[in-house]
């Protein structure tokens, strides 16, 4: 399977007051991500969407193992 990765920037949106990345802009990349794999992978929203398949995140769980300071690049791969 090949691996993709892509550099995001997150928005000062994306931060609480505390300057931390909100969990919600966190599981948006790996959506995004997500989403570009499988279109590489053949099974993108379109070919679903033809199927009349979708996928959904039901359950989620995750560790923060460090910080993302603003204006800082995240790299996301899968």
Not at 39 to 47: K, Q
Request: hydrophobic share 35%.
């Amino acid at each position: 399977m090949n691996k993709i990765e892509k550099t995001y920037y997150p928005r000062t949106s994306d931060f609480n007051t505390y300057g931390d990345l909100h969990p919600g802009s966190l599981l948006d990349l790996c959506q995004d991500m997500a989403g570009r794999h499988s279109e590489i992978l053949g099974c993108g929203v379109d070919c679903m969407y033809e199927r009349g398949l979708m996928w959904a995140i039901v359950r989620q769980k995750f560790n923060i193992i460090g910080k993302v300071g603003m204006r800082e690049a995240v790299k996301v791969e899968t």
